[in-house]
């Protein structure tokens, strides 16, 4: 019985193992799409008693998942991995709002959400991401310092730039990290923009700046995407 539960459950390379696999995808990908009907505003009743309902089967077989894993992985190992911990928060707003409607407690329900990385378990590619960010771990360690040490050095710069002229918008360097952070990354919120022909001309050098930033990372992943594939 346990070769047989061990086989379905951890082994996703059986027949059963990816029947069940696939059922698990289908019922995650399922409650995320009840989980946004909820939220529409003018729901009927009936249906929020139908969402009720197959929420209660989810979050069952859901359940079920996680003791079996607990029961066929040895002192503890899955209670503590990354994808038991997903699995954990995934099933634990539901027992946390026992009695309460759950559509009422925003922060329960947002948990809910986690259900999207359990579907990272089930997919090989994931692994593949893995082990790409594993490959330029130490790159992206020296990206991310030097990130914010630009978004620093930007937000002092439009602060003595922009403040005279726009004390609210700009009151000090913490103020300035908004501005910084949407125009390193070249989104351009648009809500806080220079006026002086100094900022002008400083954000001009910060666009072109976020430009080059936003390559690094993207030519990291490209080449260690590239080299996991060949090696597979």
Request: with cysteine; hydrophobic share 50%; charged share 15%.
């Amino acid at each position: 019985m346990k070769s047989f539960l061990y086989n379905l459950v951890i082994d996703n390379t059986t027949r059963y193992g990816k029947i069940f696999d696939l059922t698990i995808q289908l019922l995650i990908i399922l409650s995320l799409i009840t989980f946004s009907i909820e939220t529409l505003p003018s729901i009927d009743n009936s249906l929020i008693q139908v969402l009720n309902q197959f929420e209660l089967v989810c979050v069952i077989i859901f359940s079920v998942e996680y003791i079996l894993r607990l029961f066929l992985t040895p002192k503890f190992k899955y209670v503590f991995s990354f994808f038991g911990i997903i699995d954990l928060l995934a099933i634990l707003p539901f027992y946390l709002a026992s009695g309460i409607d759950l559509r009422s407690v925003r922060v329960l329900r947002l948990l809910r959400l986690f259900r999207v990385f359990k579907l990272f378990k089930y997919n090989n590619a994931m692994d593949r991401i893995t082990s790409a960010f594993i490959k330029i771990k130490s790159e992206l360690v020296i990206f991310l310092v030097a990130t914010f040490f630009l978004v620093y050095l930007a937000s002092v710069g439009i602060y003595y730039f922009e403040n005279a002229e726009q004390p609210e918008q700009f009151k000090s360097v913490f103020h300035s990290l908004w501005w910084a952070i949407t125009t390193l990354t070249t989104g351009g919120y648009g809500d806080v923009y220079p006026i002086t022909a100094g900022g002008k001309i400083f954000t001009t050098f910060i666009v072109f700046i976020g430009l080059g930033l936003v390559a690094v990372p993207t030519g990291l992943l490209a080449t260690a995407f590239s080299d996991t594939f060949k090696k597979d």
